[in-house]
């Protein structure tokens, strides 16, 4: 399996612009998060998915993010306009959830994306 | 929420020595999860223990849990310069609520 796949694993762009980040979860999991994570406020997670449907975006910083899985095998998150804050690692995460709405079971770590905004 | 803990921020220790980790929660728990990363990587999954257990093994990790004391703590023993890396820990609640990773705890494994 090659696990979770995301793109571009390295991204630097100026404040204004927009980015859009790309996630390829585990085939056959029914479950996706976003999370940011960066030296002051660690791990945080954005928002995740279950069967394609967002069940937790309240971690989205503003109305800057957003975050969309049109199908079980894509899902994108999207920053406009960028601003110099938004540096930080983005991860996406997939996991295969047994029940309920997901959320609970291991998940698996994509490489991440850098992001710089200068 | 039910953020986890870590305990200490960082541990500096030989290699072949055992390294502990803490993690406290507040609320009750489905289960709590561990994790590592690696620098500049994404958290990799080390085990996971319901609430109905208390310790777990895998390898030269050994996992307990206190659901009393609402702790855990992470065992590695014979550490490695490769354990080198931040350990985070997860709480999980109920099904529905995503959990939420801890700080972490920096160890370093020095040869």
């Known amino acids: 399996d090659a696990g979770v796949i995301q793109s571009p694993r390295h991204e630097v762009t100026e404040m204004g612009q927009e980015v859009t980040l790309r996630c390829k979860p585990i085939s056959g999991h029914n479950s996706l998060f976003w999370y940011r994570q960066t030296m002051m406020r660690g791990l945080e997670l954005l928002i995740y998915?279950?069967?394609?449907?967002?069940?937790?975006d309240s971690g989205m910083p503003e109305d800057r993010f957003s975050a969309k899985m049109p199908n079980a095998s894509f899902s994108t998150l999207k920053i406009q306009p960028s601003e110099p804050r938004d540096s930080a690692v983005y991860f996406c995460?997939?996991?295969?959830?047994?029940?309920?709405?997901?959320?609970?079971?291991?998940?698996?770590f994509g490489p991440g994306t850098r992001l710089l905004v200068l | 929420s039910q953020q986890g803990e870590e305990d200490p921020q960082a541990l500096s220790i030989q290699e072949g020595e055992n390294a502990t980790m803490n993690c406290s929660y507040k609320?009750?728990?489905?289960?709590l999860q561990w994790y590592r990363q690696n620098s500049g990587r994404g958290l990799v999954h080390l085990i996971l223990i319901r609430s109905n257990e208390r310790e777990k093994h895998s390898g030269r990790l050994r996992v307990t849990l206190d659901t009393s004391k609402k702790s855990s703590s992470l065992l590695i023993t014979a550490s490695r310069a490769a354990d080198t890396a931040s350990y985070f820990c997860?709480?999980?609640?109920?099904?529905?609520?995503?959990?939420?990773f801890g700080p972490g705890t920096r160890l370093s494994v020095l040869p």
């Open positions: 995460a997939s996991s295969l959830g047994t029940s309920g709405r997901g959320g609970q079971e291991t998940q698996y």
């Open positions: 998915f279950n069967n394609n449907v967002p069940i937790d």
């Open positions: 997860a709480t999980g609640r109920d099904y529905g609520q995503n959990f939420v």
């Open positions: 609320t009750s728990i489905n289960n």
